[in-house]
């Protein structure tokens, strides 16, 4: 497999080397490769380690199996990939719910088959979704592009915003719940709230709607990605997921939580991306029209 990425640089001038190691986050092995293969241009011209880069420079990267050994999955039915936002390096797609992002064995078909079948190459998952969990989200067209988006997810510089269907009328315009969340030792599946010896778990809440039927619609933005963060949270509140099969009683066709929104400052141009979905399924998971 050979590629070349092009990139106009956003970034402040440096040197090449600095480009690739502070910004782009190219591993020493893969700089190296890079160096002695003379595989870097700036503007068409090949150039030493040391040479200036300017904003707005046409910078040029050839990789080949040296430097991303090839790899290869099942490709999946492109018809499933339902696609909110594409660019040369990144994709992000609207996941039904049901559907897991990864198989857990290799022959296994879930979203990221779909999406490298829509794409016509193997693309890598950047972060994930519950099976029962809709919504937006993201995966990386290649190796290039991983690391750089997944220093992103690890620096919180990835918003995502969830809706959730939860029973009762949620009392406060916004809220912020920080329990810990922790293993359940009775039932490996579960977490839950676990003050001593849980991690740290930041949600903060809105109030949206409320519907006619003891029902609340509500905004979940994560400081982080403890599992099941959102439904262990509201669950210990007193305001469970309508049909969440472990932490609730409250029976649905479906898990109601979906990943509404993703945003972020894209890395390669600096651009704010901000990509939302449909939520129609909790418009008809309300049973009735909301009201105010």
């Not at 904003?55 to 492109?78: A, H, R, V």
């Not at 996941?95 to 078909?109: A, F, Q, W």
């Not at 293993?183 to 409320?210: E, I, M």
């Amino acid at each position: 497999m050979t590629f070349t990425v092009k990139i106009t640089t956003p970034y402040p001038k440096g040197t090449v080397k600095e480009l690739l190691e502070e910004h782009l986050l190219i591993p020493r092995k893969i700089r190296h490769f890079l160096r002695i293969k003379k595989h870097v241009f700036i503007n068409g011209q090949n150039i030493n380690w040391q040479s200036p880069v300017n904003t707005g420079d046409l910078i040029e990267l050839i990789f080949d199996d040296n430097d991303y050994p090839s790899k290869t999955i099942p490709m999946g039915n492109k018809d499933l990939a339902d696609c909110l936002y594409e660019d040369e390096h990144l994709i992000i797609v609207n996941k039904p719910e049901g559907m897991k992002v990864h198989g857990n064995e290799p022959r296994e078909i879930a979203l990221l088959n779909h999406v490298s079948s829509y794409t016509g190459q193997t693309c890598y998952v950047v972060h994930r979704l519950d099976k029962e969990t809709s919504g937006a989200v993201m995966f990386a067209k290649n190796p290039f592009i991983l690391p750089i988006v997944n220093r992103l997810l690890e620096n919180k510089l990835i918003q995502r915003e969830y809706w959730a269907l939860v029973k009762g009328q949620f009392p406060q315009k916004t809220a912020v719940f920080k329990e810990k969340i922790g293993r359940d030792r009775h039932d490996r599946r579960k977490r839950l709230v676990d003050q001593k010896h849980g991690q740290t778990a930041l949600t903060h809440v809105s109030l949206l709607k409320y519907f006619p039927n003891n029902t609340s619609l509500i905004k979940c933005q994560l400081q982080t990605g403890r599992t099941h963060q959102i439904r262990v949270h509201l669950a210990y509140h007193g305001y469970p997921l309508i049909g969440d099969p472990l932490y609730s009683k409250q029976t649905a066709d479906r898990l109601m939580l979906h990943a509404h929104q993703l945003s972020f400052i894209h890395p390669l141009t600096l651009q704010k991306i901000t990509v939302r979905t449909q939520s129609d399924s909790f418009e008809k998971g309300s049973g009735k029209e909301p009201k105010n």
